[in-house]
């Protein structure tokens, strides 16, 4: 028998849309369905332009996605796909920041054009990655991000492990990621944006924590003052998060260099990475 989203809910690094999944026992939703969801949990979701958002069947011939959303809210949405489920669902619970990104995808072809620059540029480059495979780390403990950006994962995930869980937490934001936590594989790797709080944070509810960092993460995406690019976001091994996986139950788990790579270079700082 196929997996439903509800067989997702209860899963290590699902909670921000858990609520949602749990909406749906009956397989993948169509994009009405979709549309209705996100009506319901983001009503005032719109487009990088401000467009009020919905999802769609693509659209023959498409070329330009972020372009036709910022044009007209509609996200192109293949049916009975996972990875575009995903992105609903992150429409649903991002809505703020998904919009950021969706203007700032605009603002930047617009900037290249004018500069006569081929390619995308690094901003882009950085935002596609980041709604495909990022997740925003928020702590009380300054340390511990620190010693995620420098790769230290036997002495953040292991030696310090009570401090993480208590002061860390772990919010996807790429639909990319969800889709493959579905079957983690050996090396599932996600691209980490780091962020102190005060420890109150960890006290709000879990809606109100994640309104919050949505509200957080689309100012600081639309800061032209701190740019957006790849120098800020820093790999992150998914399956070192503890609890995501039995085999991080033991210290030997982390000395594994292929899954757990010292890095190379110089050490960022947790300035350097969003904080």
């Known amino acids: 028998m196929s997996p439903s989203p509800t067989d997702f809910a209860h899963r290590p690094l699902f909670e921000p849309i858990a609520h949602l999944l749990s909406g749906f026992s009956d397989g993948l939703p169509d994009v ?3 549309t209705a969801c996100l009506r319901a949990h983001a009503p005032g979701a719109v487009s990088g332009s401000g467009h009020p958002l919905r999802f769609v069947l693509p659209p023959e011939g498409l070329d330009a996605y972020e372009l036709h959303i910022h044009a007209t809210g509609e996200v192109p949405t293949r049916p009975n796909d996972w990875h575009d489920f995903f992105n609903a669902l992150a429409w ?4 703020r920041s998904k919009a950021a990104c969706n203007a700032l995808h605009l603002r930047e072809q617009s900037a290249q054009a004018a500069a006569g620059l081929p390619g995308r540029g690094p901003v882009r480059d950085a935002l596609t990655q980041f709604d495909e495979c990022g997740v925003l780390v928020v702590s009380a403990d300054p340390e511990i991000p620190a010693l995620l950006a420098a790769h230290a994962w036997e002495e ?3 030696t310090r492990r009570a401090r993480l869980l208590d002061s860390t ?3 996807i934001f790429g639909h990319g990621s969800w889709d493959q936590l579905r079957q983690p594989f050996f090396g599932l790797c996600a691209k980490a944006f780091y962020r102190q709080v005060e420890t109150d ?3 709000l509810p879990a809606p109100a924590r994640q309104a919050e960092a949505d509200a957080w993460l689309a100012g600081r995406l639309a800061d032209p003052d701190r740019p957006f690019d790849k120098a800020a976001l ?3 091994p998914l399956l070192g998060i503890p609890g995501v996986t039995s085999d991080s139950a033991c210290v ?3 000395r594994d260099t292929r899954q757990f790579r010292p890095r190379r270079g110089m050490h960022r700082t947790a300035s350097q990475t969003g904080l």
């Not at 649903?92 to 809505?95: G, H, L």
Request: with cysteine; net charge neutral; charged share 10%.
């Open 32 to 34: 009405a369905a979709l």
């Open 92 to 95: 649903c619970v991002w809505p």
């Open 156 to 158: 953040a995930f292991w």
């Open 169 to 171: 937490r772990f919010l």
């Open 201 to 203: 944070w960890l006290h």
């Open 234 to 236: 820093s790999p992150l």
């Open 252 to 254: 030997d788990y982390y």
